[in-house]
């Protein structure tokens, strides 16, 4: 019994002396495939930067909670997107990355998240970004149409209040003039006259200019804050993609805790600002969508979200 209880301490001591050691190999790992993970996912996310276009996601950071998981926090470019007062399209889905083949015994899962499949993202991604440059320049010529109609507004205005001065300064003259002289008074003033009136028929139709491309930027303010929420939908789909994906490469973090994701600025507009949109998945969901016991969209209406 005595030989028996020197056994168990013994062991005990041994699991304690090495627990430390453990822990830090641990960690190095997790580590290593949160970095992985964290370029997966920006590479999914991101505008294709060899084609000059602005990204929308600036930074992902991975980190481990101990006892909860792991996190990632998505950081949004917002002066190419917020900050532009202009409206963006729906995103088009671009199609799903290819399942990465599963590692051979011995092999490091790092080899399975290389450039190869970062570069099948991003051409996945091409033609959104096309789309949004697209809808950007035909925005921006709007814009600028209404800024060229403004102008030529103010120059007609600068026009009528000069005929109403010259109208003035004649019929000023004509009350002092004998009646040949007021004859030559008339016929200028007819011709002011009808000066006014070309000038006010362009403005009119100016007006009716102004007043369209008014319109049709409303509609595209109105349409920002739906365009900007599917924006943020998509990349919450491309998260669930890439958690399908390679989720498998997240080995270290035990099947009881959680995958989290936070996307700054991804939420509704305030007086402050934008709330974070928050995406909580259970490990042991993402290792299911891994093992296609069911897809990234079930996986999403799995995670629990809110804003904060």
């Known amino acids: 019994m005595k030989i028996m209880k020197r056994i168990i301490s013994t062991a005990v001591a041994a699991t304690l002396v090495l627990t430390p050691q453990a822990m830090a190999m641990d960690y190095q790992n997790l580590n290593k495939q949160l970095n992985i993970m964290s370029d997966i996912l920006k590479s999914s996310v991101n505008e294709n930067s060899g084609k000059g276009s602005r990204s929308k996601v600036s930074k992902i950071e991975g980190h481990y909670l101990a ?23 729906v995103v088009p889905v671009a199609p799903v990355a290819p399942r990465p083949p599963k590692a051979p015994k011995g092999m490091d899962g790092e080899a399975l998240f290389g450039e190869e499949f970062e570069v099948v993202i991003e051409e996945a991604m091409e033609e959104a970004v096309i789309a949004l440059e697209a809808a950007q320049e ?57 000066r006014k009136k070309e000038i006010n028929k362009a403005k009119q139709k100016l007006a009716a200019e102004s007043k369209k491309y008014q319109q049709k930027v409303a509609q595209l303010k109105q349409q920002r804050i739906e365009e900007q929420k599917a924006f943020m939908q998509y990349i919450e789909q491309q998260v669930s993609n890439v958690l399908c994906n390679y989720g498998g490469g997240l080995r270290e973090v035990p099947a009881q805790q959680f995958v989290s994701v936070i996307i700054k600025g991804g939420g509704d507009k305030t007086n402050q600002g934008y709330k974070d949109k928050v995406l909580v998945f259970n490990k042991a969901d993402v290792k299911n969508c891994v093992l296609e016991k069911f897809d990234a969209p079930a996986l999403l209406s799995k995670a629990n979200g809110y804003q904060f």
């Open 67 to 89: 006892g909860q998981g792991v996190l990632f926090t998505v950081n949004l470019n917002h002066s190419s997107f917020y900050g532009m007062p202009l409206a963006l399209p």
């Open 138 to 194: 035909s925005i921006r010529y709007d814009v600028e149409q209404q800024r060229q109609l403004r102008e030529q507004e103010r120059d007609l205005a600068y026009q009528l209040r000069d005929i109403a001065r010259e109208e003035r300064d004649l019929s000023y003259q004509r009350s002092h003039l004998d009646k040949d002289e007021q004859k030559s008074i008339e016929q200028d003033l007819k011709q002011l006259e009808a």
